[in-house]
Protein backbone atom coordinates (compact mmCIF):
# COMPACT_ATOMS: atom_id res chain seq x y z
CA UNK A 1 0.00 0.00 0.00
CA UNK A 2 1.31 3.35 -0.51
CA UNK A 3 2.54 5.61 2.22
CA UNK A 4 3.86 9.02 0.58
CA UNK A 5 5.06 9.32 -2.60
CA UNK A 6 7.22 12.69 -3.40
CA UNK A 7 8.10 14.17 -7.06
CA UNK A 8 9.89 17.33 -8.04
CA UNK A 9 9.77 18.47 -11.54
CA UNK A 10 11.70 21.55 -11.77
CA UNK A 11 10.01 23.35 -14.55
CA UNK A 12 8.16 26.43 -14.57
CA UNK A 13 4.36 24.87 -13.73
CA UNK A 14 1.77 26.38 -16.33
CA UNK A 15 -1.48 26.37 -17.15
CA UNK A 16 -3.45 23.85 -20.13
CA UNK A 17 -6.44 26.91 -19.40
CA UNK A 18 -4.22 29.79 -20.73
CA UNK A 19 -1.85 27.76 -22.96
CA UNK A 20 -4.69 26.59 -25.57
CA UNK A 21 -5.08 27.44 -29.57
CA UNK A 22 -8.13 27.26 -32.10
CA UNK A 23 -7.27 25.20 -35.05
CA UNK A 24 -9.17 24.31 -38.18
CA UNK A 25 -10.02 20.50 -38.11
CA UNK A 26 -9.28 19.85 -41.92
CA UNK A 27 -12.12 17.39 -42.27
CA UNK A 28 -15.15 19.12 -40.70
CA UNK A 29 -14.04 22.38 -41.25
CA UNK A 30 -15.27 23.10 -37.47
CA UNK A 31 -13.08 25.04 -35.34
CA UNK A 32 -11.13 23.19 -32.25
CA UNK A 33 -9.15 24.22 -29.42
CA UNK A 34 -5.72 22.26 -29.06
CA UNK A 35 -3.32 22.76 -26.32
CA UNK A 36 -0.51 25.10 -27.47
CA UNK A 37 3.14 24.14 -28.15
CA UNK A 38 4.69 25.34 -25.30
CA UNK A 39 2.01 23.09 -22.65
CA UNK A 40 2.98 20.32 -25.01
CA UNK A 41 6.08 20.77 -24.42
CA UNK A 42 6.12 21.34 -20.87
CA UNK A 43 4.00 18.00 -20.92
CA UNK A 44 6.86 16.37 -22.85
CA UNK A 45 9.38 17.81 -20.69
CA UNK A 46 7.71 16.31 -17.12
CA UNK A 47 8.59 13.03 -18.50
CA UNK A 48 11.50 12.73 -17.62
CA UNK A 49 10.98 13.50 -14.23
CA UNK A 50 7.79 10.90 -13.86
CA UNK A 51 9.05 8.52 -15.66
CA UNK A 52 10.50 6.77 -12.98
CA UNK A 53 7.43 6.89 -10.97
CA UNK A 54 5.19 5.68 -13.65
CA UNK A 55 3.72 2.33 -12.24
CA UNK A 56 2.45 -0.96 -13.85
CA UNK A 57 -0.68 -0.79 -11.65
CA UNK A 58 -1.04 3.06 -11.00
CA UNK A 59 -2.60 4.38 -8.21
CA UNK A 60 -6.07 3.80 -7.62
CA UNK A 61 -6.51 3.84 -3.75
CA UNK A 62 -8.00 7.75 -2.54
CA UNK A 63 -4.59 9.93 -1.80
CA UNK A 64 -4.57 14.18 -0.63
CA UNK A 65 -2.67 15.30 -3.94
CA UNK A 66 -0.58 18.30 -2.29
CA UNK A 67 1.26 20.38 -5.03
CA UNK A 68 3.52 23.55 -4.15
CA UNK A 69 3.57 25.17 -7.64
CA UNK A 70 6.81 27.44 -7.36
CA UNK A 71 6.49 29.90 -10.65
CA UNK A 72 8.96 31.98 -11.67
CA UNK A 73 7.17 35.04 -12.19
CA UNK A 74 3.99 36.48 -9.70
CA UNK A 75 1.35 36.81 -12.41
CA UNK A 76 -1.63 35.75 -11.02
CA UNK A 77 -2.43 31.98 -11.53
CA UNK A 78 -5.72 29.85 -10.90
CA UNK A 79 -4.43 27.23 -8.11
CA UNK A 80 -7.48 25.17 -9.47
CA UNK A 81 -6.24 25.43 -13.60
CA UNK A 82 -2.51 24.18 -12.00
CA UNK A 83 -3.94 21.25 -10.08
CA UNK A 84 -6.05 20.28 -13.06
CA UNK A 85 -2.48 20.56 -15.67
CA UNK A 86 -0.29 18.50 -12.89
CA UNK A 87 -3.25 15.63 -12.05
CA UNK A 88 -3.50 14.95 -16.36
CA UNK A 89 0.07 14.83 -16.71
CA UNK A 90 -0.07 12.30 -13.58
CA UNK A 91 -2.52 10.26 -15.25
CA UNK A 92 -0.66 10.30 -18.50
CA UNK A 93 2.77 8.99 -17.44
CA UNK A 94 1.01 6.16 -15.07
CA UNK A 95 1.33 7.49 -11.47
CA UNK A 96 -2.31 7.74 -11.04
CA UNK A 97 -5.18 5.45 -12.84
CA UNK A 98 -7.64 8.59 -13.08
CA UNK A 99 -7.90 11.63 -11.83
CA UNK A 100 -11.33 11.25 -10.73
CA UNK A 101 -12.55 12.52 -6.72
CA UNK A 102 -12.87 8.66 -5.99
CA UNK A 103 -8.92 8.66 -6.28
CA UNK A 104 -7.65 12.13 -6.02
CA UNK A 105 -9.98 12.64 -3.09
CA UNK A 106 -8.36 15.72 -1.95
CA UNK A 107 -5.57 18.19 -2.87
CA UNK A 108 -5.67 19.88 1.35
CA UNK A 109 -2.41 21.60 1.57
CA UNK A 110 -1.47 22.84 -2.45
CA UNK A 111 -0.30 26.43 -2.85
CA UNK A 112 1.39 28.93 -5.34
CA UNK A 113 4.64 30.58 -4.34
CA UNK A 114 7.15 32.33 -6.23
CA UNK A 115 10.75 31.52 -7.05
CA UNK A 116 12.23 32.96 -9.89
CA UNK A 117 15.42 30.79 -9.45
CA UNK A 118 14.29 27.35 -9.07
CA UNK A 119 10.81 27.25 -10.16
CA UNK A 120 9.16 23.65 -9.66
CA UNK A 121 6.59 21.52 -8.88
CA UNK A 122 6.95 19.54 -5.37
CA UNK A 123 3.90 16.59 -5.30
CA UNK A 124 3.10 15.24 -2.11
CA UNK A 125 1.08 12.08 -3.01
CA UNK A 126 -0.10 10.04 0.38
CA UNK A 127 -2.88 7.87 1.24
CA UNK A 128 -6.53 9.67 1.89
CA UNK A 129 -8.43 8.81 5.27
CA UNK A 130 -11.32 7.15 3.80
CA UNK A 131 -14.18 9.33 2.73
CA UNK A 132 -16.78 6.94 3.77
CA UNK A 133 -15.57 6.99 7.50
CA UNK A 134 -16.41 10.86 8.00
CA UNK A 135 -19.97 10.60 6.30
Partial sequence: ALSML???IPLNPITKKNNTKII?????GRPMVIQ??????????????????????PIEEPVNLRCLFYRKDRRG???????EAI???????????DDNSKIVASTDGSRVFYDKQHPRTEIYIERSEKVE???
Fill in 6 to 8: NII
Fill in 24 to 28: TNRAT
Fill in 36 to 57: SDRYRQYEKDCALFLRKHSRRD
Fill in 77 to 83: IDLINLL
Fill in 87 to 97: QDILVKYGVLK
Fill in 133 to 135: DHV
